[in-house]
């Protein structure tokens, strides 16, 4: 190897000797900041250090003090992809300690908002920054240019997806609708209507997105990992359900600090959350290769047209586990609108009393695992924030360290980088969520 | 005429902002003849010192890496603007600036500490270059931000209205929470541009978009307390996704230590 070409200005290639060091200081389409590092010495890799350097907001301390009806709103604001998942996972919690039941019609509509947040945030993992590596293009744009018709339809699937938030919540970025017990205001049935009308149309686009997705020249990899999801008795998990696995786990989730915990690697200061000390995966792969069962029957007479069978242990594959998820809350979104009526009051009424509670919901990333402590007068003493990044932070060092070493630590810098990108971005990590959790020095030089 | 050169940087935030982007990539192609991303690594743009007519910044400056990059982009843009709560007023993290040592707090969440290189606070962008213009809200709205690029784009200068949520409400003929319920409502002191979402949905405003122009905190803490509020409750409601911006600081310290 003899290459000391600068493509960019800020990517940096070293060669030393027979030490190769391959540097990405920002890592393009993922949300958030991080960086990879590399270390190859005689065809070996010897450092690998997936960086984060996203300033932590500490969170968890932030929220003590605070009132129980102030936290769906604070929670809302460690993510602006996923701020429903945050709001969910943390209304559960509360609801547990306060012992409020919001009845059928808030279990069907936050289910709802949930798959408007999954049709969203896929949509927009798939196309703006996932499906450029598959395709070979620097950015979305650059693919709209020759894929027109392809880009337009996942960016009207992450339109739609949005325009379920915006129903319930107002806006799709922290939005304002929903409350301990349930919602602030309901949609009108006009409202409804006019979202309805457009699912079936969605439902074909999804499943031409699933196809599409199924035909990508992904790489092929099989690796050996264990998938944690959420698992309920008869619904694709997304509010609610057991956390179980495919090495047999099966707890409630009060149970999962028991389980799983998070440590601190020396070498690159990451809090990374491991079971039982081994790295897992979380996210809509696991999810799909634990619940296949439960997917609308549609959906999954679909994903079986598409030549794709799931449980799959190639982690590329997690792109069509989206677009299949995408389908599946189309599906489920039009059949939770079935008959829909305005109830007389959108939300059950709590009043504080202390306790410790639970809550854990599966965020578009995996499984996102709350603990909340409220005293006599409903304020938060003590929080503890597990989001699906920290969770996968492990298992995606794993994955790059498989993959780079079946490419061959000897193949060119560029084509390491390029391989490793995305590994890194087939995650869809979401640094800022990690980051309440993760220290990381900030090491750019 | 020459494409206006636009980046969009990432300091302390949760990425919602950006997503007034993002969540417009139609909007986004659409300005291509008179637009060019050099810099924006959501996108897939990654040029961080490249000079640029226009820099969006989200989030606040919580880190020492982050003061030394902020200076230097300050040095690379001509024009530079805040998009939401956090470039513009520090963000619900500037909630450990009250700390007497925000550092107790990274002690109690990271095993090592010294590992988290973090200043003592979280500030305003402005508190360490000079911003040319500041869009608020917690996120910020996709119309102000698409709105300041065509206005850019043109060499005018954006417009960024200062009147509170109560004028929304009064154009959308919404039933006030505050007079008609009750509900300790922050729209009279929040700045507009969010629709009045919360008032539409029947909720109080919590003041998500930012001081107005006008704030007239004195009488609304004293409606507050009318309403039942005692002084921890009335500080939260000023001390919550903006509590760093000046009149909402000095209302919610105000509340909390009663004469």
Known sequence: MSRKRRRRPVRRTRRAMREISVKVPLLARV????????????????????????????????????????????????????????????????????????????????????????????????????????????????????HPAIVRRGLALQGLG????????????HPVGARIGGFYHAPDEASVRALRARLDQAAEDAKALVSWTASLPLPATEQVFECVSLRHPDEYPMNEGRIVSNRGLDIAAADFEAEFQERQAAYSTALQCLHRGKPYLVGPLARLNLNADRLPSSVAEHA??????????????????????????????????EGYAVPEQPFAVPSPRPGVGFGCTEAPRGILWHRYELDSAGRVVRARIVPPTSQNQARIEEDLRTELAALGADSTDEALKLRAEAVIRNYDPCISCATHFLNLEVARS | MARLRVSVHKFSSCDGCQLALLNRVEEVMRLADR?????????????????????????????????????????????????????????????????????????????????VSLLGASHAISRYVAVDLELWGCPVDSRQVFSAIHDLALGVRPLNPGDSVCATCKREANVCVLVAHGEPCMGPVTRSGCGALCPRFGRACYGCYGPSEQVNSVALTQRFASLGLGPEAIARRFLSINNAAGPFAEAGLRAKEPR
């Open chain 1, 31 to 146: 949300e958030g900041e991080g960086a990879l590092a590399l270390t190859v010495r005689d065809g070996v890799i010897e450092a690998l250090q997936l960086r984060i350097f996203e300033p932590p907001r500490l969170f968890e301390k932030l929220l003590e003090g605070r009132s129980f009806e102030e936290v769906p709103d604070i929670v809302a604001r460690i993510c602006g992809i996923c701020p429903v998942a945050y709001q969910m996972s943390a209304c559960h919690a509360i609801e547990g300690i306060l012992g409020v039941a919001p009845g059928p019609w808030v279990r069907r509509m936050r289910r709802l908002f949930y798959c408007g947040e999954w049709i969203e945030s896929h949509s927009l993992h798939i196309h703006l920054l996932a499906a450029p590596d598959f395709l070979g293009y620097p950015s979305a744009l650059e693919l709209a240019k020759e």
């Open chain 1, 162 to 173: 949005n325009d379920i938030i915006r129903l319930l919540g107002g806006r799709s970025v």
């Open chain 1, 304 to 337: 079986r047209a598409s030549g794709i069978a799931f449980p799959s242990y190639n982690p590329f594959h997690s792109v069509i586990a989206r677009a299949v998820e995408i389908h599946c809350a189309i599906v489920e979104a039009a059949a939770l609108l």
């Open chain 2, 35 to 115: 637009v060019e991303f050099v810099h924006f690594a959501e996108l897939g743009y990654v040029d961080p010192d490249a000079p640029v007519d226009v820099a969006f910044v989200e989030g606040s400056v919580s880190t020492p890496e982050e003061e030394i990059r902020i200076r230097e982009l300050r040095k690379n843009a001509r024009t530079l603007v805040t998009i939401g709560a956090c470039a513009t007023a520090g963000g619900i993290q500037a909630l450990r600036n009250l700390q007497t040592d925000g550092r107790e707090w990274v002690a109690a969440i990271y095993p090592s500490p010294a590992y």
